[in-house]
Nanobody, 123 residues
Framework: QVQLVQSGGGSVQAGGSLRLSCAAS??????MGWFRQAPGKEREIVAA????????YFTDSVKGRFTISRDNAKNTVYLQMNSLKPEDTAVYYC??????????????????WGRGTQVTVSS
């Protein structure tokens, strides 16, 4: 059974940091990513990482503030979020694919999803 179990998240003041983790099980995964969805908005890519970890992608609004990494031995992907802003407030979802090795960025590329975790940044 495939599972993506998310942890981390919560509430923080602007300028603070949070780290999200996503532990995957049940399959060997290729690319993994983090998406977010704010109220009234569509789900958007935040960051993605290739199977090897050598290739990453970040949406423009988080470049220089967020870092994505993975530990393939633990089948876990991380999202380190620094210098958080109120506009980062959203439900964050991890995603994984068994098909695409590169850092793919569209939701349709991903086969499996975590349940989501709330991140709230207050000003």
């Amino acid at each position: 059974q495939v599972q993506l179990v998310q942890s981390g998240g919560g509430s923080v003041q602007a300028g603070g940091s949070l780290r999200l983790s996503c532990a995957a099980s049940g399959r060997t995964f290729s690319a993994m990513g983090w998406f977010r969805q704010a109220p009234g908005k569509e789900r958007e890519i935040v960051a993605a990482i290739s199977r090897s970890g050598a290739s990453t992608y970040f949406t423009d609004s988080v470049k220089g503030r967020f870092t994505i990494s993975r530990d393939n031995a633990k089948n876990t992907v991380y999202l380190q979020m620094n210098s958080l802003k109120p506009e980062d407030t959203a439900v964050y979802y991890c995603a994984a694919t068994t098909t695409f090795p590169g850092a793919v960025i569209t939701p349709g590329h991903y086969d499996y999803w975590g349940r989501g975790t709330q991140v709230t940044v207050s000003s």
